[in-house]
């Protein structure tokens, strides 16, 4: 947890350190394979996800190799996505062969474990923590996957492990005073709205009440955060009335876009994942540029930039299919009164986490980070493994709502008797009775 809450380009500087990390994950992952000897079942979308994302770790690579790249860096970089695309098939697999009461509880501890590792992460490594000067230093991969959780608190309700994960990721989100998470819980939450009708009752009262007691209580006891917060809208200005973030990130927009479209060479294969992108910072702040690898703050241009229309296309062409999905999953649940289960549940809050990191990559590159591709392959193994199973369960006509156990069958009347048969069958049974009478 402490590795995966680190940026690809910062933590692990060693080539050692790399190839350790990668002979750990890979073990592990060959392990899975070979102890899964769960029944298979068919698995829809799963296939054209795995090959859109090797598509792209191939040509990333190549095109890296061939522009005389170094190997480390390129293995430090597409290290997100490969945790992408690994993590994806192995909850695939879990969510549609295992108990999911217990698949759900572990990975309520997993994403708490997430949320507080990032804490004691940059205390150990950083020393004592100031909320007023560190941002994304707190917040773990897990921080999008804990917001989706409010999406399952207004269909499901929580668990107390959920819960306390759900508080103490928004607390880090408010303490964090980043724009972008605040956008993706607005995102997440919008895909409710279509039922909000049938949400509406005494636990969407209770959690209206807690957020006014919060914001009372933040009010009372100091207005610091709230003031980061306006600060944040109001004074991150440039002199010409330009947001200083926007201005960095639509100058990398640029940057990659113009280097994307340079040649017929690089629009098809793209630069390969260690190349570098760079942004600039208007006047006011020095108009210096500074630079990242790989990926910037947009992954949709990222992946063309890294991989063209032949590593890329087919990878953006299933993330938005997928989006579009988990939008429409969680609009029909959240307008049915009686679909509750375990399988449900994860599949919504599979869909959410989609829907976040949908919204988080127009701003951010989530496969530029181990954490946040290792979570966003768990939210799509989530979705891609509860359809499945839903779908298989539905066809075998076990009631997916009522806890999984198999519909009762009526019991079949046998065909007719012969009158014969049915004459000489009451005669038998008059003489038994006579008989035990006697």
């Not at 490594?125 to 921080?143: C, E, K, N």
């Not at 199973?389 to 709502?401: D, T, Y």
Request: with cysteine; proline share 3%; hydrophobic share 50%.
């Amino acid at each position: 947890m402490a590795d995966f809450r680190t940026q690809a380009g910062g933590g692990g500087e060693g080539v050692y350190a790399q190839l350790l990390f990668a002979l750990l994950h890979f073990g592990s992952f060959g392990a899975f394979l070979m102890l899964d000897k769960e029944r298979r079942i068919p698995l829809p979308g799963l296939l054209s996800f795995t090959v859109a994302v090797l598509l792209f770790l191939i040509v990333g690579t190549a095109s890296g190799l061939v522009y005389g790249q170094q190997s480390s860096e390129i293995l430090r970089t597409a290290i997100g996505t490969v945790l992408y695309l690994t993590t994806a098939f192995a909850t695939c697999r879990v969510v549609a062969s295992q108990d999911l009461r217990m698949v759900r509880l572990l990975l309520a501890w997993l994403s708490l474990g997430y949320v507080v590792m990032a804490v004691v992460s940059e205390r150990i490594v950083g020393g004592p923590i100031d909320f007023s000067m560190v941002r994304f230093q707190i917040l773990s991969g897990a921080t999008i996957p804990v917001l989706g959780y409010i999406d399952c608190l207004f269909l499901f309700g929580l668990g107390a492990v959920e819960l306390v994960s759900l508080g103490l990721g928004g607390l880090l989100v408010f303490l964090s005073v980043t724009r972008t998470y605040l956008l993706v819980a607005l995102l997440q939450f919008s895909t409710l709205l279509r039922g909000i009708r049938n949400l509406v009752g005494p636990r969407t009262l209770l959690l209206v009440a807690l957020g006014v007691v919060a914001t009372i209580g933040v009010v009372s006891q100091g207005s610091g955060g709230l003031t980061r917060w306006t600060d944040r809208f109001t004074d991150n200005q440039s002199r010409s009335g330009e947001d200083f973030s926007y201005y960095t990130r639509q100058s990398e927009w640029s940057f990659m876009y113009d280097a994307f479209v340079a040649s017929t060479k690089e629009t098809v294969f793209g630069h390969g994942f260690a190349a570098r992108t760079t942004w600039w910072f208007p006047k006011e702040a020095g108009g210096r540029y500074a630079q990242s690898i790989g990926f910037g703050h947009n992954q949709y241009l990222s992946i063309l930039f890294i991989g063209g229309l032949a590593g890329g296309a087919a990878l953006l062409l299933v993330q938005c299919i997928q989006f579009i999905q988990s939008v429409l999953l969680l609009v029909r649940i959240s307008m049915s009164r009686n679909a509750r289960s375990d399988l449900l549940f994860l599949a919504a809050w599979g869909a959410a986490i989609i829907v976040g990191m949908f919204g988080a990559n127009i701003l951010s590159s989530v496969l530029g980070n181990r954490g946040w591709g290792l979570w966003y392959g768990l939210g799509t193994g989530l979705f891609i493994g509860a359809r499945a199973r839903f779908k298989a369960m539905s066809a075998a006509g076990v009631p997916v709502a009522t806890g999984g156990q198999p519909a009762p069958q009526p019991v079949r009347a046998g065909p007719a008797l012969p009158p014969a048969v049915a004459r000489r069958r009451q005669a038998l049974q008059a003489r038994q009775g006579e008989a035990s009478r006697a």
